[in-house]
């Protein structure tokens, strides 16, 4: 229990060291900056393992830790707490260290910024971690919502990073305004939690005991199905479905570390945790788990879809977080929730691990983003080469590495619940080993397609950023081995059993049908020999890629655009919102509104320019002034009792 | 109507001819002869009212110190009837209908309360001098020293003002 | 005599003077008007210390003596008041040869 007690400090850190760096960005030598915001993400992991390590001890229960009151009116009181458990610890570790990885990554690979923007960036990559932890440390919605919020804001700030440039504001805006939209969302389902159940703390609602959602029994009332299709929305624009995934793509515009801490540690997977924290409301609304199920399904096919035709390194990954994603709210959709939360943490290896290696062939192509002028890097780089293979092989799902038990565990959730979601989910897997191994063979593999001068600057990068691509190969490749399905291993599931008290009631509600487990073999196998068959082709076909002029057929052009999804969005959401604000402000701003401004500046300058010659300064009219006065104040004291 | 009242009636009539006096006469020495008249007749009430002590300090601080001064710094700045600025017509309409406001509003106001058929006899020694004094000395032994240090202000203060400008001096 | 002769007249004293410091220009005269106010609130003091005669007060002496003392004491301020506004008047005719309280208009501005 000792290391609860500091739970504090592991979102204190971070803020800790926000405010040094950001404070002292202009004061402090990089190598300080970079020691600073890195080593308070390490303590913080330190303490997370310890927490980890004691939450995971026998007889351990959720602990409310409350530290002050935050909001009391009335007979509402939100105090602001944390939370501790095993969905939170699990969060913890994978957040911190993650992120710790990344913060290591960072100090070699922003090096060449100005000191001022070094200090920026890790004070900004610092908050970032801190909203992140307040999010998932959070012991009730409110806290959770600024912990959102922050993430919001960070998000933001990182994005539009390099503001120099008008097309990252604009990304960064887009990633802002899309979240926002969630937001409101999210901000209207607490207010609807709190309507009717008078409180959003998760004791109050989730204990196992005495909760009061846990003490209701009546599936799929009104309320519930409300609230948590409102909550839904905001976890779609935090996790990036449909219909608001369109700003994660474009939220490349950041620096590449900060790609891989949006898409792997923090962020995207915020909309994951909330869902999987409020497992029993959602349990209790299995329409909502429906709609849930299915836009997680057709976002996982549309942004595989997508990925296949897009040349930049980093959009392909963009899409392909897009698609894992909707892995994950699929695993949430059909209830296997330690599956999604499963996913979750192997997608934070391997993810982290494609978008740092992508981040080490950028650095080394000295910017160059798209993959047709790449080629035939394998051979000067091989520790980027080695450990990026492996995160494909992980995504892909082969087996025995991380992503083919997280995803297995996944689809045959989605099997047992309606098949045609497998069969579709399977498409989407074929879909990812295809992509990424034309990603790898275009980008490792062939020839070297760019410029005399970038062929002589490619070189593996240094020590601090390939440290942490090999932790996190290693991670990825063995990760999955903490969730083994029953079918091999009796009792292998560990992880599946560790987060059992956090889902116990749910699994209560959704009776799980199990799949047989021949069947479940069946399945494994085909889906493996399908996904190793699709990888080979994908390898086969791209090897010796050669920019052609190839016409594209109409479906390519098609997908190559995105499916016009930003176009359609400009051309029925953005374009006439724009004519609309400008007929505000042109007609009910600049006339209505600034008429009534200046006219109420007006008549106060008038009225005062009037009131003026009243102080006229000659005492016999003050003394005047004052006996009226003092003859109103006698007159009302006096006659109108 | 015994003596007392006649004497009342007599002092009262006095004291208002000689206050309209003050406000009405055009040459400030009549406006000081005519308040000097009116704290004269006060005097005469807190006699009447048995506070002897207080009427005899009246006379000499008021009637005889202050007034004594207005007369000084009157004839000091040698100002007369001519000296009197005009004021506005209208300025004076208002300031004496809001003074006769503010009279009705009073008088009515206290017209309909209890107290004011409590009636004041003559006789006892409270405003006697022996017994003022030891309260005097007694309980506000404190507050009349202070009185005294606010005197002490109030000279070096009047003496301040009535000096020629230091600084005006030295530049000379 | 019933109090409400006093009050009357003190009221009747009063609103004489403060016309008077309303209408009249001249600042000495404006400065004896108010002397004739607080002379008027003097009498109301006495007249109401003669209506306590009977209460006693903490002290064990009569509230008639307090409110005379009281009266004293307002006396002494009035005394030290006149000396500091007569001073006043005095450097302002120095200053502007008048003793029109509108000149006293320094506020305006």
């Known amino acids: 229990m000792d290391a609860i007690q500091f739970i504090y400090l592991v979102p204190l850190l971070p803020l800790v060291g926000f405010l040094i760096n950001g404070l002292g960005r202009k004061t402090l030598s990089k190598s300080l900056i970079g020691l600073i915001g890195s080593g308070v993400i390490f303590l913080s992991f330190c303490i997370s393992v310890l927490i980890f390590i004691a939450v995971s001890k026998e007889g351990f229960t959720t602990q409310d830790i409350q530290y002050f009151d935050f909001i009391n009116v009335g007979k509402l009181n939100i105090p602001f707490e944390f939370q501790v458990d095993q969905l939170t610890s699990l969060f913890l570790l994978i957040i911190t260290g993650v992120g710790f990885l990344i913060h290591v990554y960072s100090t070699s690979y922003m090096k060449e910024e100005t000191q001022s923007g070094y200090g920026r960036y890790f004070s900004y990559l610092n908050l970032f971690v801190f909203s992140m932890l307040l999010l998932v440390l959070g012991g009730n919605y409110l806290i959770m919502f600024m912990g959102w919020e922050g993430v919001g804001l960070?998000?933001?700030?990182?994005?539009?990073?390099?503001?120099?440039?008008?097309?990252?504001?604009?990304?960064?805006?887009?990633?802002?305004?899309?979240?926002?939209?969630?937001?409101?969302?999210?901000?209207?389902?607490?207010?609807?939690?709190?309507?009717?159940?008078?409180?959003?703390?998760?004791?109050?609602?989730?204990?196992?005991?005495?909760?009061?959602?846990?003490s209701i029994s009546a599936i799929n009332s009104p309320a519930i199905v409300a609230i948590t299709l409102l909550l839904f929305v905001g976890a779609c624009g935090k996790s990036a479905q449909i219909p608001l995934y369109t700003w994660l793509p474009d939220a490349m515009a950041g620096p590449t570390p900060v790609s891989a801490l949006i898409h792997a540690a923090t962020m995207v997977t915020a909309g994951i945790y909330m869902i999987a924290r409020s497992n029993i409301l959602y349990s209790l609304a299995p329409t909502t788990l429906d709609v849930i199920a299915v836009i997680g399904t057709l976002t996982a096919i549309v942004a595989a879809t997508i990925a296949i035709k897009q040349n930049d390194i980093k959009k392909v990954l963009a899409y392909s977080t897009v698609s894992q994603l909707g892995y994950m709210f699929l695993g949430l959709g059909v209830g296997a929730y330690s599956a999604a939360v499963f996913h979750v943490m192997t997608h934070a290896f391997f993810k982290a691990l494609l978008f740092l290696g992508a981040g080490s062939v950028i650095h080394a192509m000295g910017g160059e983003q798209d993959i047709t002028k790449m080629g035939g890097l394998g051979k000067k780089m091989r520790v980027t080469y080695i450990t990026f293979f492996i995160a494909c092989i992980a995504i892909s799902g082969i087996p025995p590495f991380s992503g083919f038990f997280s995803k297995d565990e996944i689809l045959s959730a989605a099997y047992a619940s309606n098949p045609l979601l497998y069969y579709i989910g399977l498409g989407g897997a074929l879909l990812t080993a295809f992509y990424m191994f034309r990603l790898l063979a275009l980008t490792f593999a062939g020839k070297f397609r760019g410029t005399e001068d970038q062929l002589h600057h490619v070189h593996e990068s240094n020590a601090t950023i390939t440290i942490p691509l090999v932790i996190l190969a290693v991670l990825a490749a063995v990760g999955g081995l903490v969730g083994i399905p029953e079918?091999?291993?009796?009792?292998?599931?560990?992880?599946?059993?560790?987060?059992?008290?956090?889902?116990?009631?749910?699994?209560?509600?959704?009776?799980?049908?199990?799949?047989?487990?021949?069947?479940?073999?069946?399945?494994?196998?085909?889906?493996?020999?399908?996904?190793?068959?699709?990888?080979?082709?994908?390898?086969?076909?791209?090897?010796?890629?050669?920019?052609?002029?190839?016409?594209?057929?109409?479906?390519?052009?098609?997908?190559?655009?995105?499916?016009?999804?930003?176009?359609?969005?400009?051309?029925?959401?953005?374009?006439?919102?724009?004519?609309?604000?400008?007929?505000?402000?042109?007609?009910?701003?600049k006339k209505g509104i600034d008429g009534i401004v200046n006219g109420v500046g007006r008549g106060v300058n008038y009225g005062s320019r009037q009131l003026r010659l009243l102080q006229s300064g000659q005492v016999g009219s003050y003394i005047l002034l004052m006996v009226i006065g003092m003859l109103l104040l006698f007159i009302i004291q006096l006659f109108t009792k | 109507m015994g003596i007392t009242q006649i004497l009342f009636w007599f002092l009262t009539i006095l004291a208002l001819v000689a206050a309209i006096g003050v406000i009405s006469s055009k040459n400030p020495i009549y406006s000081v002869l005519w308040l000097i008249v009116v704290f004269f007749a006060i005097s005469g009430h807190y006699i009447l009212m048995n506070a002897q002590f207080l009427a005899i300090v009246n006379i000499i601080v008021y009637a005889g110190a202050i007034m004594v001064l207005f007369l000084f710094v009157i004839m000091l700045m040698n100002l007369n009837a001519e000296a009197e600025p005009v004021k506005n017509v209208y300025m004076k309409m208002a300031g004496i209908i809001s003074g006769l406001t503010l009279m009705i509003v009073l008088v009515a106001a206290l017209s309909h309360s209890d107290v004011q058929n409590t009636i004041i006899r003559p006789g006892t020694s409270i405003g006697l001098i022996k017994n003022l004094g030891k309260a005097l000395f007694n309980q506000y032994v404190v507050p009349f020293e202070i009185s005294s240090v606010l005197f002490l202000s109030a000279m070096i203060g009047a003496i301040m003002l009535g000096k020629k400008d230091p600084v005006k001096k030295i530049s000379l | 005599m019933e109090i409400k002769w006093y009050l009357f007249l003190?009221?009747?004293?009063?609103?004489?003077?403060?016309?008077?410091?309303?209408?009249?220009?001249?600042?000495?005269?404006?400065?004896?008007?108010?002397?004739?106010?607080?002379?008027?609130?003097?009498?109301?003091?006495?007249?109401?210390?003669?209506?306590?005669?009977?209460?006693?007060?903490?002290?064990?002496?009569?509230?008639?003596?307090?409110?005379?003392?009281?009266?004293?004491?307002?006396?002494?301020?009035?005394?030290?008041?006149?000396?500091?506004?007569?001073?006043?008047?005095?450097?302002?005719?120095?200053?502007?040869?008048?003793?029109?309280?509108?000149?006293?208009n320094r506020l305006k501005n």
């Open chain 1, 154 to 214: 960070c998000s933001y700030l990182l994005i539009g990073f390099w503001f120099k440039e008008q097309e990252n504001n604009n990304a960064a805006k887009k990633a802002f305004v899309m979240n926002r939209i969630g937001d409101v969302g999210f901000l209207l389902g607490i207010f609807w939690l709190i309507s009717s159940f008078g409180t959003i703390s998760y004791h109050d609602l989730y204990n196992s005991s005495n909760g009061i959602i846990t």
């Open chain 1, 487 to 589: 079918v091999f291993v009796k009792n292998g599931n560990k992880l599946n059993d560790f987060l059992s008290p956090v889902f116990a009631h749910s699994a209560q509600i959704i009776a799980s049908q199990e799949v047989p487990h021949q069947t479940e073999i069946i399945l494994m196998i085909v889906s493996v020999i399908l996904i190793i068959t699709t990888s080979v082709w994908a390898w086969k076909k791209y090897k010796e890629y050669q920019p052609g002029t190839g016409e594209e057929s109409v479906f390519g052009k098609a997908i190559k655009n995105k499916f016009y999804v930003d176009e359609v969005y400009d051309r029925i959401i953005v374009k006439p919102l724009n004519a609309l604000s400008r007929l505000l402000d042109n007609v009910i701003d």
């Open chain 3, 10 to 104: 003190s009221i009747a004293l009063f609103c004489i003077g403060m016309i008077g410091a309303l209408t009249r220009r001249n600042s000495i005269i404006v400065f004896m008007c108010i002397e004739l106010m607080l002379n008027s609130v003097n009498l109301l003091l006495i007249a109401f210390s003669k209506m306590h005669m009977a209460t006693v007060n903490a002290f064990g002496t009569s509230m008639a003596t307090s409110a005379q003392i009281f009266v004293f004491f307002i006396m002494i301020v009035a005394a030290a008041e006149v000396t500091v506004g007569l001073a006043i008047i005095v450097m302002m005719y120095r200053n502007t040869h008048s003793i029109d309280i509108n000149f006293l």
